[in-house]
């Protein structure tokens, strides 16, 4: 049994090595550019709290400068350098995506009818537009609206004292979130490919669907509602659309019913 499953072990750790390699090859050129990919990360809550009347924030020569007192401040020595390394990581996988596809695809490929790894191109593109489009909604819609709500809740008695480490933590659970949450058309498109799911099966899911999509809402995002209901009302909306797609792909045909001759 270990000798059937040998040459495939070795594929998957080809397939997992050449995507770790990408992984670490754009790792290296984002910590280059770290400075300008942190003030990009740091914009919404710059923006949040510039319109709430507090100090905006910058980085300037590894530095966190503020326009006055200092929202944004580091708990540990080396807190900026952290925040780096973590801002690079995100920055490479998001580069990094298209090739993750690729392999995971070439790996599943073999299994497959030759009409179905035709679909290779479709769903390399559309797994990276979709999870480009997931961070993208997180980043213009999401985090606009849920960091001014968070700051500004309590902020007439407490001026918020932000950690760069533990902000950039946050940001990236956001976007990882929202990214994976937007693959939902393409996972079932998939699913629907090699006929484990279809139209009907989907449609009697949905209301357990709904259930199960405000709980991973509330688990990915902050602890207020306005940021919960962005995230799962989106999600509704792509399950449904999710049913097409299967719909089209793999269709619910029901079961012939064969009467006995008399």
Request: aromatic share 14%; no cysteine.
């Amino acid at each position: 049994m270990f000798e059937n499953l040998r040459p495939h072990l070795i594929e998957l750790r080809q397939r997992v090595g050449r995507s770790v390699a990408t992984v670490v090859l754009f790792f290296i050129v984002a910590f280059i550019f770290h400075e300008p990919l942190l003030n990009w990360v740091i914009a919404p809550l710059n923006d949040a709290l510039t319109t709430l009347g507090k100090d905006g924030i910058d980085v300037a020569d590894g530095k966190i400068v503020s326009n006055g007192s200092g929202a944004v401040v580091t708990h540990i020595v080396g807190g900026v350098f952290y925040a780096s390394i973590k801002v690079a990581f995100l920055a490479s996988l998001l580069l990094s995506l298209p090739v993750i596809l690729w392999q995971v695809w070439h790996f599943i490929a073999p299994g497959l009818y030759d009409n179905e790894k035709k679909m290779l191109l479709p769903f390399v593109v559309g797994g990276t537009v979709m999870f480009t489009t997931g961070a993208a909604f997180a980043y213009y819609i999401v985090t606009p609206f849920g960091f001014t709500f968070l700051i500004s809740f309590g902020s007439f008695a407490f001026m918020p004292l932000i950690a760069i480490e533990e902000y950039v933590g946050f940001f990236t659970k956001i976007m990882f979130g929202f990214g994976l949450a937007f693959e939902l058309p393409i996972f079932a498109y998939f699913l629907a490919l090699l006929g484990l799911v279809d139209d009907k099966q989907m449609r009697d899911f949905f209301k357990y669907a709904v259930i199960i999509i405000f709980v991973v809402a509330a688990l990915l995002t902050p602890p207020d509602v306005i940021t919960q209901l962005l995230m799962a009302g989106p999600l509704v909306l792509l399950y449904a659309i999710s049913i097409f797609i299967v719909k089209a792909v793999n269709p619910h045909k029901d079961e012939e019913v064969v009467t006995p001759k008399k």
